[in-house]
């Protein structure tokens, strides 16, 4: 995960042997311990006062909050695992009129239990929103500090759908079914507009809910997505400049379509390749949270689209995906054979310049030669 916060500087949290970070853009600097029993499951978020607050899961699967504090990090133990065992937790931390909201998922008797946590206030408890079918969910942040989950209920028969919790009231609504089958990904845009990417048996589709339907199943939009039929995984949404993203990979190759928000006709989807293995990022920025993907160079993360505005939101120059293709780009006109024979052609240009220069250089020097000898 990547933080950036207000005074603009971007901090690398990941695992390694216990949840470390290490700021990016610092050379010489070393990366730094946070908390050694954790088990890489954790989110990260600077509070609209200033200071970074850590959700994560320890070695026995309890949930414990970290809070900084002049550069120390303070602990507190949430929750204790009456198994003791370390599971899934997809944990999402959020912080609304200064309270702090964590959404994580908990087993309990063989059920996956969608748990809503207001985590500095000892007078509410945790709150069991639905009973999971599988471990996959998303939680969105709505303009108005509400929230939005989006999951796969199992009260309802593992049906693809959504809950609204609002802020003021503290209620949760009924879970509203958007479709049956498999969720891929989902992503909000600026208008509290839901995009979500589905499978339903070997067919992808692309729904739209509009901000003002949510609770209207009825009125959503729903737009296939044949070229996503053969991806079993690793689908990744990004709302870019005007433009909805969908993203996937397999190993180095990773293949991006676009299409403009309010047409939903993809462009064919393009093959780029990296230095490493694809990774799943996340970008957070404020209240802002992108999800991306990257790849690590030299421990240091460099993903793919990551722009805020105009303003450029990467450790590199390549955060861009249209001049990150021109670095990786792979298509049939476009291969490492023709980038061979291209590197061939530039260095025999250049050759042949140098063999120029000598040529006129010896001219010169002849003609001084023979200007003295006169």
């Known amino acids: 995960m990547i933080l950036k916060t207000k005074d603009g500087k971007q901090f690398y949290f990941f695992y390694d042997r216990g949840l470390c970070f290490r700021e990016i853009g610092s050379s010489g600097k070393p990366q730094k311990m946070i908390y050694e029993d954790c088990t890489g499951q954790f989110d990260v978020l600077e509070l609209d006062c200033g200071g970074m607050v850590i959700l994560c899961e320890d070695q026995e699967g309890g949930i414990v909050f970290l809070s900084e504090d002049s550069g120390d990090w303070l602990k507190t133990t949430l929750l204790k695992s009456k198994s003791g065992q370390s599971g899934p937790k997809n944990f999402s931390l959020f912080e609304v009129s200064g309270w702090l909201n964590g959404f994580y998922c908990l087993s309990y008797q063989e059920q996956i239990l969608l748990v809503h946590h207001v985590i500095d206030n000892e007078d509410i408890q945790p709150e069991v929103v639905d009973l999971l079918c599988g471990e996959t969910f998303h939680v969105f942040q709505l303009e108005n500090g509400d929230f939005l989950a989006v999951y796969h209920s199992d009260y309802s028969n593992g049906n693809l759908g959504f809950k609204l919790y609002a802020w003021n009231q503290k209620e949760w609504s009924r879970f509203e079914t958007i479709d ?40 959503q939009q729903q737009f296939p997505l044949p070229f996503l039929n053969s991806v079993k995984k690793n689908v990744r949404l990004v709302i870019e400049d005007g433009k909805l993203w969908i993203l996937y990979h397999n190993g180095a190759s990773m293949f991006a379509a676009y299409c403009t928000l309010g047409t939903y006709t993809f462009s064919t989807p393009q093959q780029f390749v990296s230095r490493g293995d694809f990774k799943d990022f996340y970008f957070k920025s404020g209240s802002s949270v ?8 030299h421990n240091m993360p460099e993903l793919l689209i990551l722009k805020d505005g105009d303003k450029r939101e990467s450790s590199n120059d390549s955060s861009e995906i249209e001049r990150f293709a021109g670095l990786h780009r792979t298509t049939d006109d476009f291969n490492r054979e023709q980038i061979e024979n291209r590197k061939n052609d530039l260095e025999l240009c250049s050759l042949k310049r140098d063999i120029e220069l000598i040529k006129k250089r010896l001219t010169s020097i002849e003609k001084s030669v023979v200007y003295k000898e006169k």
């Open 180 to 219: 049956k089958g498999e969720l891929l990904s989902a992503v909000k845009d600026g208008e509290d507009n839901l995009y979500v990417v589905y499978r339903q048996e070997e067919a992808c589709y692309l729904k739209l809910l509009k901000k003002d339907t949510y609770q209207t199943a009825y009125s």
């Open 290 to 297: 992108r999800r991306s993907y990257g790849y690590l160079n």
